[in-house]
């Protein structure tokens, strides 16, 4: 079974635990909090089991939930007999809580700390019974059932990101991408004292190409120009469709005069070269392009940043297209 749950508590009480489960389940054991949340930083398991009887380890251990990593975790806390012997009749039974509320009142505690429930096993015998054994193993499938399911949420969660933040025509990263990632390396640019650079790319011409020849034509000519763009910017740059026939690169550690210098190769490396949409089809397609260097004053969210560079891309285009603009 490809499941990882760590047990928490004594070795007697590991050894209880094991002693209660099926054998295909694997277990690894911590004996306090700081053990355990160590296992659970070098591999996050699917389970936790900890020691209710020993309250104050279990109320440690079960506070690294809090920790928004691992809140997902299940966690079961456990009051059960971990030395394998039978009570004294003939003395008071110190291992349980003296009643009920007692019981009550520590699961109150354990659950506020974290637990996802509380389980008292009744037998006291060294060997356990098959419905003490049946009872904690289901328990144990109901823990791994749901963090299984949290997996599969997580799997469906980071798909759904990824589609929201991919252009499905050119595969490029889209404009609400940009509006994420381009803070990012503002704040990146600031602490590290480096320069940031960023370039809007604009297809010439774009509406000229659906009406001579259809929208489909227009789309085959978005895809390659965009796998042009990406085959031939560096390792460290950023290329988003920002809609439309725009894009948008961010080039990082990078100033002005060398972002311009980008600018105009690729700016020749689209115009020179014809593109060959299908057997029968070639088009010579240019762009123009703004270039615009992060300023002290610009905003955190880079909209200023993106202004003047989108300014300068109307000055390439008034200008006579197929051109780079650049400023400071």
């Given at each position: 079974?490809?499941?990882?749950?760590?047990?928490?508590?004594?070795?007697?009480?590991?050894?209880?635990?094991?002693?209660?489960?099926?054998?295909?389940?694997?277990?690894?054991?911590?004996?306090?909090?700081?053990?355990?949340?160590?296992?659970?930083?070098?591999?996050?398991?699917?389970?936790?089991?900890?020691?209710?009887?020993?309250?104050?380890?279990?109320?440690?251990?079960?506070?690294?939930?809090?920790?928004?990593?691992?809140?997902?975790?299940?966690?079961?806390?456990?009051?059960?007999?971990?030395?394998?012997?039978?009570?004294d009749i003939h003395k008071?039974?110190?291992?349980?809580?003296?009643?009920?509320?007692?019981?009550?009142?520590?699961?109150?505690?354990?659950?506020?700390?974290?637990?996802?429930?509380?389980?008292?096993?009744?037998?006291?015998?060294?060997?356990?019974?098959?419905?003490?054994?049946?009872?904690?193993?289901?328990?144990?499938?109901?823990?791994?059932?749901?963090?299984?399911?949290?997996?599969?949420?997580?799997?469906?969660?980071?798909?759904?990101?990824?589609?929201?933040?991919?252009?499905?025509?050119?595969?490029?990263?889209?404009?609400?991408?940009?509006?994420?990632?381009?803070?990012?390396?503002?704040?990146?640019?600031?602490?590290?004292?480096?320069?940031?650079?960023?370039?809007?790319?604009?297809?010439?011409?774009?509406?000229?190409?659906?009406?001579?020849?259809?929208?489909?034509?227009?789309?085959?000519?978005?895809?390659?120009?965009?796998?042009?763009?990406?085959?031939?910017?560096?390792?460290?740059?950023?290329?988003?469709?920002?809609?439309?026939?725009?894009?948008?690169?961010?080039?990082?550690?990078?100033?002005?005069?060398?972002?311009?210098?980008?600018?105009?190769?690729?700016?020749?490396?689209?115009?020179?070269?014809a593109f060959t949409i299908?057997?029968?089809?070639?088009?010579?397609?240019?762009?123009?392009?703004?270039?615009?260097?992060?300023?002290?004053e610009d905003d955190t969210?880079?909209?200023?940043?993106?202004?003047?560079?989108?300014?300068?891309?109307?000055?390439?285009?008034?200008?006579?297209?197929?051109?780079?603009?650049?400023?400071?």
């Amino acid at each position: 079974m490809d499941h990882s749950i760590l047990i928490v508590g004594s070795r007697a009480f590991h050894v209880m635990v094991q002693s209660r489960v099926h054998p295909s389940i694997a277990m690894t054991h911590a004996k306090d909090s700081v053990q355990a949340g160590l296992s659970i930083q070098a591999r996050q398991p699917d389970l936790i089991v900890v020691q209710a009887d020993d309250l104050e380890l279990a109320t440690s251990t079960l506070r690294l939930k809090a920790r928004g990593r691992f809140c997902w975790i299940y966690a079961l806390a456990l009051s059960g007999r971990s030395d394998g012997t039978k009570p004294d009749i003939h003395k008071p039974d110190t291992h349980k809580p003296d009643d009920s509320q007692d019981w009550a009142a520590q699961v109150i505690v354990l659950l506020k700390a974290g637990a996802d429930v509380c389980l008292s096993l009744e037998s006291t015998e060294s060997t356990p019974s098959p419905q003490e054994m049946q009872l904690l193993e289901t328990q144990l499938q109901v823990g791994i059932s749901a963090a299984k399911r949290y997996r599969e949420l997580l799997k469906t969660n980071d798909l759904l990101s990824t589609i929201a933040l991919v252009d499905p025509l050119t595969e490029l990263s889209n404009r609400r991408a940009l509006d994420w990632e381009l803070p990012r390396q503002i704040e990146r640019a600031r602490d590290r004292d480096r320069p940031l650079s960023l370039m809007i790319f604009d297809l010439d011409f774009f509406k000229s190409i659906n009406d001579t020849h259809g929208h489909l034509v227009g789309d085959v000519s978005l895809k390659l120009l965009s796998a042009r763009l990406r085959h031939n910017l560096r390792a460290n740059d950023t290329l988003f469709r920002y809609g439309g026939e725009e894009f948008v690169v961010i080039l990082s550690d990078t100033q002005g005069d060398e972002a311009g210098e980008i600018g105009d190769r690729l700016c020749q490396l689209i115009g020179t070269q014809a593109f060959t949409i299908n057997d029968d089809l070639e088009l010579s397609l240019t762009v123009s392009v703004g270039v615009a260097v992060l300023r002290p004053e610009d905003d955190t969210k880079g909209l200023t940043l993106m202004e003047r560079a989108d300014r300068r891309l109307r000055q390439a285009k008034q200008t006579g297209r197929n051109r780079v603009v650049t400023g400071a």
